[in-house]
């Protein structure tokens, strides 16, 4: 019996390029399945949890035609925008219907608002089902970030997650210890060997990035023996993640670009009101690399406005 996602039986040889209807809402999902020749695990790869992360979006669709049915030992299911209704009303990547981030609602709900109903259908439907998961993200129209890769340190199948980890082609990845919200994170509280990859920012993309992505997707699938061939593993420097939210909102004016290392007490910030005056200055609680901030000039109180991390062997 072969194994259904969808509705659609993983036949080998079959490619299935469709759309999932989320119940309760207008939303359509698109979702490629690739079903390979011999017998093997099913890995998911999804882009645009946030809808304005486009590098990993644009990825997702060149992967979903390239990747080769012939080729592959097992199964690829791609979704390459999760969140179709924020991409098609461009929001800043929440959903259009209901202003709420996607990947803090995981598991969802299939009762709740049109983001939980999402995120229901796509744990339910899709990633609850499959052995491996890759969650392709990128810094948003507000995001300046450095690439990055996340695995959840704490989880059943962290040491097969950190093997995918080390086919990530970045200079730095996060063990992170969040198990909520996201749809990686709830992944690997279930076993799912699972990783985020953060490449690009400011919602631009380019080829080099798209690229870069698509080699990293290639480079897990060779590791867990869908794609044929050899591998590539990558020495990174492990960081313990810290974010500091803003204490207010007002205009943000960052001192540091990232991916510079700061020793405790540098200035890393300031917000001051519409009249110019200082309303806080952010300094750095300890040493670290900026892997991620606010680079809009509005910062929101309670939002993003640095994340920073620390080398693990010094977070002790
Ligand atoms: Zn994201």
Not at 120 to 128: A, E, G, S, Y
Not at 289 to 305: D, F, R, T, W
């Amino acid at each position: 019996m072969d194994k259904i996602i969808a509705g659609h039986a993983l036949t080998p040889g079959k490619t299935v390029k469709d759309h999932i209807h989320v119940h309760g809402t207008e939303l359509h999902v698109p979702h490629v399945l690739l079903c390979g020749m011999e017998d093997g695990p099913t890995a998911l790869i999804s882009a645009g949890i946030h809808n304005a992360e486009y590098v990993g979006i644009q990825a997702a669709i060149e992967l979903s035609n390239e990747l080769d049915v012939q080729e592959l030992r097992g199964n690829v299911i791609i979704l390459p925008l999760a969140n179709r209704s924020g991409f098609e009303n461009r929001t800043m990547s929440m959903v259009w219907e209901d202003g709420k981030n996607l990947n803090r609602v995981f598991p969802g709900d299939a009762e709740g608002s049109t983001a939980e109903k999402l995120a229901h259908t796509l744990f339910d439907v899709f990633i609850r089902n499959v052995d491996y998961y890759i969650d392709l993200h990128s810094g948003d129209g507000f995001e300046e970030l450095i690439p990055y890769a996340y695995y959840l340190g704490d989880a059943p199948a962290a040491g097969k997650a950190r093997e995918m980890i080390e086919c990530v082609n970045t200079k730095y990845f996060v063990r992170s210890k969040c198990r909520t919200g996201g749809a990686y994170n709830l992944a690997s509280v279930h076993g799912i060997p699972s990783v985020l990859i953060e490449r690009g920012q400011l919602s631009l993309f380019s080829r080099e990035e798209i690229e870069a992505d698509k080699a990293d997707v290639r480079n897990i699938l060779r590791r867990i023996g869908i794609l044929p061939g050899d591998y590539t593993t990558y020495e990174k420097t492990e960081l313990a993640e810290f974010s500091d939210d803003a204490p207010c909102t007002g205009c943000w004016y960052p001192e540091k670009q990232v991916g510079d290392w700061f020793r405790k007490g540098e200035k890393l910030g300031e917000i001051r009101d519409y009249f110019g005056r200082s309303l806080f200055t952010a300094f750095a609680p300890c040493d670290g690399v900026l892997i991620h901030q606010c680079a809009s000039l509005n910062i929101i109180e309670k939002g993003p406005m640095v994340t920073y991390g620390i080398r693990q062997n010094d977070s002790e």
